[in-house]
């Protein structure tokens, strides 16, 4: 009898991915940590990348002298042995010392604001690379950030679902308090209007948290089982099936759909959509006035102006990540499965980076 030969089954690597306007897609960088959770580039084209769990914020940059042309043609990186593109180079910009960084949000300043999980505590940390706890909130997680024309951080958070009104001195106010416990997305249109996702009932629930980045009470999508030679056997790796069950993905465990909710500028809520199946991940507007939500666990895409609303696009996976605006304000649709990252848009003009 052939012994059995255990073959660990091949994992993508956590990265930041640069892709040109041709489609061409290099490393820049690749963290320690099991994901990159957020991102900003300041006025300088420099990146600032969140990572999680037990997760820092990388400063990186394109290297003094090296190759900035978009459209040079160049090998792309073998992943699987973890290639970095060599003219980019990154260091830790800020440890926080938590448990998760979920969000990062620049103003105009310069400074950054970092929304980190299990203290529910926002940072502030400058360009000299001095940090402070800017806001300490009594919830376990604060979730996304978005900043007001006025210099106000909005923040959402997860336990009780709150959206706060943060002031530059740190003085917070509850704008609302959501029907569901955590605010997973944020957006702001010219109006003053804020836009806040909600997922996940508020009552206790003895289920199990579901694998990662499957809510609760889905059935996860399976592929054909490959043809394998007689006594090979495919099994996941320790370490990173270690990862994946301590991390929680955004929005696990959720039950009960989620809701957008609008928040008028008198601080008067508006619930304007509600789906039992489809979990918000993502808010943003395209150059339409219409309002874009990002959602699992289909891969659909909303497009919502006034009363209507339609399925503007699909995929097989959208899960955690942000619909981010590109320099024309049209969204940049991110998921987590190769092949399955693109960028929607009158125009491909310029590149963008993906995280996973």
Do not use: C
């Amino acid at each position: 009898m052939t012994p059995a030969i255990s073959t660990p089954l091949p994992v993508p690597p956590p990265g930041l991915y640069r892709i040109t306007p041709a489609g061409q897609a290099t490393t820049v960088f690749e963290p320690t940590e099991l994901q990159v959770q957020a991102l900003v580039v300041d006025k300088n084209g420099v990146i600032y990348a969140g990572t999680a769990p037990d997760g820092k914020v990388y400063k990186i940059e394109h290297k003094t002298g090296a190759k900035t042309d978009p459209t040079a043609k160049s090998s792309p990186p073998d992943k699987s042995k973890g290639q970095v593109d060599p003219n980019w180079m990154s260091s830790v910009y800020f440890d926080p010392g938590t448990k998760y960084i979920w969000d990062l949000a620049l103003d105009s300043s310069g400074d950054i604001f970092v929304a980190t999980g299990d203290k529910g505590e926002i940072y502030r940390v400058t360009p000299k690379g001095e940090h402070s706890v800017f806001f300490k909130s009594d919830e376990a997680h604060i979730r996304v950030l978005a900043l007001d024309p006025k210099g106000n951080l909005i923040a959402g958070s997860d336990g009780s679902g709150l959206v706060y009104r943060i002031s530059a001195a740190g003085e917070a106010f509850v704008l609302y308090s959501a029907p569901k416990k955590e605010i997973t997305a944020l957006a702001l249109d010219g109006a003053g209007n804020i836009y806040a996702a909600g997922v996940g009932e508020k009552r206790p629930s003895s289920s199990m948290m579901p694998g990662f980045g499957q809510p609760t009470g889905s059935t996860p999508s399976t592929s054909p089982a490959p043809t394998l030679p007689p006594g090979v056997v495919l099994t996941p790796t320790l370490g990173s099936m270690t990862g994946m069950m301590n991390f929680p993905a955004p929005g696990a465990g959720a039950t009960g759909g989620s809701e957008i909710y609008r928040i008028a500028p008198d601080g008067s809520p508006t619930r304007l959509w509600t789906s039992r199946e489809d979990i918000v991940y993502a808010l943003a507007f395209d150059p339409q006035g219409r309002l874009l939500a990002g959602t699992g666990n289909r891969g659909h895409v909303f497009a919502m102006k006034a009363k209507t609303i339609h399925r503007s696009a699909q995929s097989g996976h959208f899960a955690g990540d942000g619909l981010r605006q590109s320099p024309w304000r049209w969204p940049v649709r991110l998921g987590k499965q190769p092949g399955q990252d693109f960028r929607a848009g009158p125009s491909a003009s310029d590149g963008g980076y993906l995280r996973k």
